[in-house]
């Protein structure tokens, strides 16, 4: 049982090791997601992170309801009121590195969530997706009520959030929750491809142009349109930007070194 980090290129793997608890969160996991979440932003040669679950059963079936969600439960009923996060991420993730969850079955409750607060969702076929906090008396607490409506359309998000019933991956795929559907054998490889495709782009063009949209949600059209000027200013001075253009000139690939 662990929170596994590989290095892969400018691409760090991210595996929830716990597969015979369906890759459940307890405490310890999730201090040791929240780690390694905070060590690929820390890492210098990291670009992109991919999420993923051990096995094939379950790419994290949320809060393990036996000992995380019992804790924070007397915690908060003490008068407590600690952060609740998932790995850290699903509070933070809008300020890190671009990440896709690579969704090798069920993604449920807190799962879903951390799927959520990645950029890029995929998944392989006996993937389900579901918020099942009502059917514990519970809100999604860890980004689920915000970042759900603002991936698909507000109708499914209710019907999803207000039921706790989950869905599969061909309406996960309809709706727009995941980009695509893979075999499990090919998701992975494809959920690494992808990441190292936005890792070869500029480094510093990529974290603006996701600090740019995700900022822009809040915004408005008028005020997002004045941040995303302002941004392309901040980017074209970069020396990146101008190895760009003078690589595109000279018909050759570009090095980038984030400057």
Known sequence: MSIDYEIDGRVARITINRPQAMNAIDSAHNAALAQAWRRLNEDGEARVGVLTGA?????????????????????????????????????????????????????????????????IRLCSPNATFGLAETKWALIPGAGGTQRLPRTVPLG???????????IDAETALRIGLV??????????????????????????????????????LTLGLAGG???????????????????????FAEKRDPEFHGR
Not at 68 to 90: E, K, Q, Y
Not at 157 to 166: F, N, Q, R, V
Not at 193 to 205: D, E, K, N, S, V
Not at 228 to 246: H, T
């Open 156 to 166: 499914w998000a209710m019907e999803m959030i207000l039921t706790g019933d989950p």
């Open 225 to 247: 349109l004045n941040n995303e000027r302002e941004i392309f200013f901040e980017i074209m001075k970069s020396e990146d930007a101008i190895e760009g253009a003078r690589s």
């Open 55 to 119: 096995g094939a059963r379950a790419f994290c079936a949320g809060a393990d309801l036996k000992e995380l969600i019992p804790a924070h439960h007397g915690a908060v009923r003490a008068g407590l009121r600690d952060l609740w996060s998932m790995g850290g991420m699903t509070f933070e993730a809008h300020y890190g590195k671009p990440m896709i969850a690579a969704v090798n079955g069920h993604a449920l409750a807190g799962g879903l969530e951390l799927a959520l607060a990645c950029d």
């Open 179 to 216: 980009n695509r559907v893979l075999p499990q054998g090919e998701l992975l490889e494809a959920a690494m491809r992808l990441a190292a495709t936005i890792a070869r782009r500029g480094p510093l063009a990529v974290a603006a142009a996701r600090r740019a949209t995700l900022e822009g």
